[in-house]
């Protein structure tokens, strides 16, 4: 089992342990537990986070969570800022105003810039007058000033309707957005891309654009 590409315990390690004849037991589980195999679910479970009364409450008294901190300085929101609902990790600089998001640490946000239902990954820049919406973005992304993401009407994934069809966009791990471009729906982006991978300055619902990596 160990030389199984992408090993999954429902998909490859129950059925073999079936194959062989050995047992198998159930536990019933009561607490929180949610798959996040999809981006859709991952998405939701970030942003039960933030609900009023959260599911998997992250303050809970009685169950604590410990995790280990590394030594950042603390979140700077500025005096213009507006935060509302959501999550702000540990070292970010905000400049502009957050609604129901999840911003992990070591985040630029910077001025008049608007991020509504996201999750932003630690490292990323977030430049000057960009408007985010429902969108995912990974590890050490850079986004250029005056883009607007996650935006337009709904089109299927070109790239894979299976797993991009969720009305989420998607930006892969160190991946660059230039200045001044809007990105629709179903849109997943890896890689450094310049103004010249988007037509007319955009890209509509359902476009992709892979120059590095997987998303």
């Known amino acids: 089992m160990k030389d199984q590409p992408k090993c999954d315990f429902g998909m490859h390690v129950i059925p073999y342990i079936h194959e062989k004849g050995r047992p198998i037991y159930a536990y019933e ?18 942003m039960e986070l933030i609900d009023i009364v959260p599911e ?3 303050y809970e008294e009685f169950w604590k969570i410990y995790t280990k901190n590394d030594a950042l300085p603390p979140q700077y929101i500025s005096a213009d800022s507006n935060v509302e609902r959501s999550i702000i990790g540990e070292g970010c600089d905000i400049r502009g105003d957050i609604y129901n998001s999840v911003i992990s640490a070591n985040v630029e946000v910077g001025e008049n810039v ?35 993401i ?9 790239l894979s309707q299976k797993i991009y069809n969720c009305e989420l966009t998607v930006i892969g791990e160190g991946s660059e957005i ?37 998303i």
């Open 29 to 46: 589980y009561t607490g929180y537990w949610k798959d996040v195999g999809t981006l859709k679910s991952y998405w939701e479970a970030n």
């Open 56 to 58: 998997f409450n992250l």
């Open 114 to 148: 608007e991020i509504h239902d996201s999750i932003i990954m630690q490292g990323c820049k977030i430049k000057d007058g960009t408007k985010i919406y429902n969108t995912i973005i990974a590890e050490n992304v850079e986004v250029g000033e005056g883009c607007t």
């Open 150 to 158: 996650g935006v337009g009407e709904y089109a299927d994934s070109q």
């Open 178 to 214: 230039p200045n001044g471009v809007t990105i629709g729906k179903n849109v997943a982006i890896s890689g450094k891309t310049e103004l010249e991978d988007y037509p007319d300055g955009s890209l509509p619902s359902g476009g992709y654009i892979v120059k590095a990596g997987e």
